[in-house]
């Protein structure tokens, strides 16, 4: 099972605020899909340019499980100016 969980800026699909700092990419069997992001003056920071900004995408054995894999790294990323669903996949259990 693979599941995937956007998270946007603070205000969309309205009017969203840009230039929210966004986590660093995952690793491991989370993948990162940025869109909406661009880089800071310096170069390095990934900043939202957009009102989708990033989505992590996992594979699991059940759909229980990536819930868990991806709303356990949601929990340890700063995610101040962003926003996300919570019930990504609950109608698959």
Same mark, same amino acid.
């Given at each position: 099972?693979? =599941?995937?969980?956007?998270?946007?800026?603070?205000? +969309?699909? =309205?009017?969203?605020? #840009?230039?929210?700092? =966004?986590?660093?990419? &995952?690793?491991?069997?989370?993948? &990162?899909? +940025? @869109?909406?992001? #661009?880089? @800071?003056? $310096?170069?390095?920071?990934?900043?939202? $340019?957009?009102?989708?900004?990033?989505?992590?995408?996992?594979?699991?054995?059940?759909?229980?499980? @990536?819930?868990? #894999?991806? +709303? @356990?790294?949601?929990?340890?990323? $700063? &995610?101040?100016?962003?926003?996300?669903? &919570?019930?990504?996949?609950? #109608?698959? =259990?």
């Amino acid at each position: 099972m693979t =599941l995937g969980v956007v998270v946007a800026s603070e205000g +969309y699909p =309205l009017a969203y605020e #840009k230039g929210v700092e =966004l986590p660093e990419k &995952t690793s491991g069997d989370i993948i &990162t899909y +940025y @869109a909406g992001a #661009k880089f @800071a003056e $310096n170069g390095k920071a990934l900043l939202s $340019n957009g009102g989708r900004v990033y989505m992590l995408v996992t594979t699991a054995d059940t759909v229980k499980a @990536a819930q868990d #894999k991806i +709303y @356990a790294q949601i929990a340890q990323q $700063n &995610t101040d100016g962003l926003f996300y669903r &919570t019930d990504i996949g609950s #109608k698959a =259990l």
